[in-house]
């Protein structure tokens, strides 16, 4: 059974930093890109970033553009999102999600985590 | 960046309604659209891939169609499970973007 569990979320200052973990299981790991996206609360989806197989592509959404970046670890099974310079904007739950098709980083999306909430306050 | 939009915003509806919601891109995506999904405090769930892929284990009353900017799901007949938030997404370019969600709730 495909299982993907986000980790790292909590309540943060504007300007702080956090880092969040997707722990997969299920599936081939390094055979999928991976993505992140989020949802703030009582709003829409919105993507924010995705890494392919291998990590040769990596993109992001503008709106995280140079405040957070994406990777992976195949070895653990883990995907990563750090996040600096925090702003109110970026408070919403994260969620990480495989590509459908293996090999394919342009895909939809059909396994997602359970979701992490990122809160940033003061 | 590929703009999507959908239309209602809103649909009231009655179990055993037939339901349709529109999906429209700003440029086109051919058919690399999805739809999913989703209920309060829960993540997304995909039910169509492709535009008209049904994802295994979705009822056979979901149906997607549509090519290049405008694309429809339809539910044949509205069951109580089925009361939820639609997202359409378009994968055919990075960034990819989502819809603004349609709500589905009971008349």
């Known amino acids: 059974e495909v299982q993907l569990v986000e980790s790292g979320g909590g309540l943060v200052k504007p300007g702080g930093s956090l880092r969040l973990s997707c722990a997969a299981s299920?599936?081939?790991?390094?055979?999928?890109?991976m993505n992140w996206v989020r949802q703030a609360p009582g709003k829409g989806l919105e993507w924010v970033s995705s890494?392919?197989?291998?990590?040769?592509?990596?993109y992001y959404a503008d709106s995280v553009k140079g405040r957070f970046t994406i990777s992976r670890d195949d070895a653990k099974k883990s995907l990563y999102l750090q996040m600096k310079s925090l702003r109110a904007e970026d408070t919403a739950v994260y969620y990480c999600?495989?590509?459908?098709?293996?090999?394919?980083?342009?895909?939809?999306?059909?396994?997602w985590g359970q979701g992490t909430l990122v809160t940033v306050s003061s | 960046d590929i703009q999507m939009t959908q239309s209602p915003s809103t649909l009231s509806a009655s179990v055993g309604d037939r339901v349709t919601i529109t999906c429209r891109a700003s440029?086109?995506?051919?058919?690399?659209l999805a739809w999913y999904q989703q209920k309060p405090g829960k993540a997304p769930n995909l039910l169509i891939y492709k535009a008209s892929s049904l994802e295994s284990g979705v009822p056979s009353s979901f149906s997607g169609s549509g090519s290049g900017t405008e694309f429809t799901l339809t539910i044949s007949s509205l069951q109580p499970d089925d009361f939820a938030t639609y997202y359409c997404?378009?994968?055919?370019?990075?960034?990819?973007?989502f819809g603004p969600g349609t709500k589905v709730d009971i008349k």
């Open positions: 440029q086109s995506i051919s058919s690399w």
């Open positions: 997404q378009q994968y055919h370019t990075y960034p990819f973007t």
């Open positions: 890494i392919s197989s291998s990590s040769s592509y990596i």
């Open positions: 299920g599936f081939t790991f390094s055979s999928y890109s």
């Open positions: 999600a495989r590509t459908h098709q293996a090999g394919d980083y342009l895909s939809s999306l059909d396994y």
